[in-house]
């Protein structure tokens, strides 16, 4: 167990509407943790803030990075830069023992703003495809990197209790799903120690500010993205006759691709086929050569996913084949494969959570079909745990409960988090979990 204080002491922090805060066991300094966080309470905001007015998409988030190591560098961790392109790595090293990755996300989502908070992103800046778009961080990653912050800041000023090193991870590019597996490229693992287990924490938009929800095994699933183009022959729309429809082709399969989850896969196993795109076309009367379709997939196995692969590539086969049409052309990308959390490593952090957070704000939580590249860390052979931390206010959680309405979920322009409970209790939480698996020495 930590050595944390036994049975929690809920407060509020002065100022900080919502917020949990609990009173761990004096370090030898004299300070608890709850004093710590009173102290650094507008700091913390003023960063949070500053990182959610900045944000950047996904690998060029070259001044966030920046930002993020000089935080670190600040507080006494040797740090390194540009791994994965703007990856960050800062060691907090304390003496002998394991070492533990905490790691947050640095990049941010192509969605303007809509909250009209008054440090709400103004950014706007060129996707990979050349297009003007707003940016906003409505995955809560400027939270990550605010709690990533401040759980290093209070460890470098508390060495007393805990012993051996703390890999603090910015990592680029977890949007698309590929910053985690840059950085593991370009030698994470074998530039720098390899940790004995892997922290992360993600904002929830479901739960209120102040819990923490946890799950053990699959946590999030497997993720593609699938480009499918449907060929056709172009022609005069007086004149169908004359032509192949690849838009006819393109609105057949989306029924025909719903059939795989339906009928080919069993109801025991999750996965998810969607259509988010269609584009063919330019004109009333003109039947186009094309019909381009994009596709988010969503598994847990690895054997679901191949079959639901292998699926779609005939389903989107067998349609051209009854139109007399081209072979269509099948493209997947993004694969991001699933999180599954270390079932031992859950149960022994669990009741740490429950010790210093009190048990009725720990919750279990349902599996997710979102995606998450932490899972590629995993993959390399490290112990993960990512858990989630409320973001949204029990005053907010209540009012939009009166009202019937869902709260903005996550990549909602109207998505914002109440960031100061929120804040203090994924540092509470990650301090917690960190000092945990780091004791200190015996004396």
């Not at 935080?71 to 006494?76: A, F, H």
């Amino acid at each position: 167990m930590s050595n944390f204080a036994n049975g929690p002491l809920l407060t509020r922090l002065a100022g900080l509407p919502a917020a949990v805060i609990v009173l761990f066991t004096l370090s030898a300094s004299g300070e608890p943790p709850r004093d710590w966080l009173l102290k650094n309470a507008d700091d913390l905001q003023s960063l949070y803030q500053q990182f959610h007015a900045a944000p950047e998409l996904s690998f060029q988030e070259e001044q966030t990075a920046a930002r993020v190591a000089a935080e670190l560098k600040q507080v006494g961790c040797e740090v390194t830069t540009g791994l994965g392109k703007h990856g960050v790595v800062g060691l907090l090293k304390n003496g002998p023992g394991p070492v533990v990755l905490v790691r947050s996300d640095l990049d941010a989502l192509p969605v303007t703003e809509a909250t009209r908070l008054p440090f709400a992103s103004k950014v706007m800046a060129k996707d990979k495809q050349g297009n003007g778009v707003g940016v906003m961080h409505a995955c809560g990653h400027d939270i990550h990197m605010t709690c990533l912050v401040g759980t290093a800041r209070y460890l470098a000023a508390h060495k007393d209790a805990w012993s051996g090193t703390v890999m603090f991870i910015g990592q680029p590019a977890e949007e698309i799903g590929a910053g985690a597996l840059a950085m593991l490229k370009d030698g994470l693992f074998t530039k720098f120690p390899k940790p004995d287990f892997g922290l992360a924490l993600h904002v929830d938009a479901n739960l209120e500010s102040g819990r923490v929800g946890y799950r053990a095994g699959y946590f999030l699933a497997n993720v593609d993205s699938v480009d499918i183009t449907m060929q056709g022959k172009g022609g005069h729309g007086a004149y169908p006759h004359t032509t192949i429809d690849p838009i006819v082709q393109a609105a057949q399969l989306v029924g025909d691709l719903q059939t795989i989850i339906s009928r080919e896969n069993s109801p025991f196993e999750p996965a998810v086929v969607t259509v988010g795109s269609i584009h063919g076309g330019s004109k009333h009367n003109i039947i186009p050569d094309t019909c381009k379709l994009q596709l988010t997939v969503r598994s847990y196995s690895d054997k679901v996913r191949q079959h639901v692969h292998e699926a779609i590539r005939r389903k989107a086969k067998a349609v051209a084949a009854g139109a007399g049409a081209a072979e269509p052309t099948i493209e997947f990308s993004d694969a991001t494969p699933a999180t599954r959390n270390d079932e031992q490593l859950v149960e022994r952090l669990v009741p740490v959570f429950e010790s210093v957070l009190g048990a009725d704000h720990v919750v279990p939580v349902e599996l997710s079909m979102g995606g998450e590249d932490f899972s590629q860390f995993g993959l390399a052979g490290v112990p993960i745990f990512m858990f989630r931390i409320g973001s949204v206010s029990p005053e907010r959680v209540a009012q939009f409960a009166k009202s019937g309405q869902r709260l903005p979920s996550l990549h909602s322009a109207e998505y914002f988090p109440e960031p100061r409970s929120t804040v203090a209790t994924g540092i509470t939480a990650m301090t917690a979990a960190v000092i945990e698996l780091l004791p200190p020495r015996k004396k």
